[in-house]
């Protein structure tokens, strides 16, 4: 009688076993990004930037839409954890993901270097051009860094030029040329050696307040100080 009920206990387990879909998951290594992004998911949202690769790499980040459960996110530091990834069961709502993230350990948080290219400066010296100023307004050249959006916005001259940040990881530094506006100058020494300094910029450094572009070189292009 035992063994019978034994048996008919195995059976039962066994049965409710086969029609219980098992949960696949998964540990990740990932590293986070100091700062969300705008995306589009099921409407307008910020997403985190990740990437899986065992070294960071500076142009690896891709989109994450879903949330991390138990991760304590904060902007400026760059993160590597460790993530499960279980699949969601059905039925998935359909602003859902069909994963499910959860933080098992966070290995390592660490400021964003590249972050401190981010302020507004004024130009002290570019190319033959000490505290150079806007010869319209009589005003000193300002630049506005954003590191986060990967963008910079300036005055150059009588013109101002909008462009983006290729490469920063707080020493190296790539600028895209930008789009300028197209007022017309007398004088385009100024305006010449401000465009010529962004385009050859390749590094930076940041000390005691002085913010100086370097060339491929080594020369410095371009100093800025933070404007009050």
């Given at each position: 009688?035992?063994k019978?009920t034994?048996?008919?206990?195995?059976?039962?387990?066994?049965?409710?076993?086969c029609?219980?879909?098992?949960e696949?998951?998964n540990?990740?290594?990932?590293?986070i990004?100091?700062?969300k992004?705008?995306?589009?998911g099921?409407?307008?949202m910020?997403?985190?930037?990740?990437?899986?690769?065992?070294?960071?790499?500076p142009?690896?980040?891709?989109?994450?839409?879903?949330?991390?459960?138990g991760?304590?996110?904060?902007?400026?530091?760059i993160?590597?954890?460790?993530?499960?990834?279980?699949?969601r069961?059905?039925?998935?709502?359909?602003?859902?993901s069909?994963?499910?993230y959860?933080l098992?350990?966070?290995?390592?948080?660490?400021?964003d270097?590249?972050?401190r290219?981010t302020n507004?400066?004024?130009?002290?010296?570019?190319g033959?051009?000490?505290?150079?100023?806007?010869?319209?307004?009589?005003?000193?050249?300002s630049?506005?860094?954003?590191?986060s959006?990967?963008?910079?916005f300036?005055?150059?001259?009588?013109?101002?030029?909008?462009?983006?940040?290729?490469?920063?990881?707080?020493?190296?530094?790539e600028?895209?040329p930008g789009?300028?506006?197209?007022?017309a100058?007398?004088?385009?020494e100024?305006?010449?050696?401000?465009?010529?300094?962004?385009?050859?910029?390749?590094?930076?450094e940041?000390?005691?307040?002085?913010m100086?572009?370097?060339?491929e070189s080594g020369?410095?292009?371009i100093?800025?100080?933070p404007v009050?």
């Amino acid at each position: 009688m035992k063994k019978y009920t034994y048996s008919l206990c195995f059976l039962v387990l066994l049965i409710i076993s086969c029609n219980t879909p098992m949960e696949e998951e998964n540990i990740e290594t990932w590293w986070i990004n100091s700062s969300k992004v705008d995306c589009e998911g099921v409407g307008p949202m910020t997403c985190f930037q990740v990437q899986s690769n065992e070294t960071l790499d500076p142009e690896g980040w891709t989109l994450h839409y879903a949330g991390i459960k138990g991760f304590d996110y904060q902007p400026g530091n760059i993160y590597q954890i460790k993530v499960k990834v279980t699949d969601r069961p059905e039925p998935i709502p359909a602003d859902a993901s069909s994963k499910i993230y959860e933080l098992i350990e966070v290995i390592s948080s660490n400021p964003d270097p590249a972050l401190r290219l981010t302020n507004i400066y004024k130009v002290t010296s570019v190319g033959e051009f000490t505290d150079p100023k806007n010869p319209n307004s009589g005003e000193a050249l300002s630049f506005e860094f954003n590191a986060s959006d990967k963008n910079y916005f300036g005055n150059m001259g009588c013109n101002t030029v909008r462009g983006g940040i290729k490469v920063n990881d707080g020493k190296n530094l790539e600028l895209s040329p930008g789009m300028a506006t197209l007022m017309a100058c007398e004088n385009m020494e100024l305006e010449n050696a401000v465009s010529q300094a962004l385009i050859n910029t390749r590094s930076y450094e940041i000390s005691n307040g002085e913010m100086k572009f370097f060339n491929e070189s080594g020369e410095v292009v371009i100093t800025f100080m933070p404007v009050d």
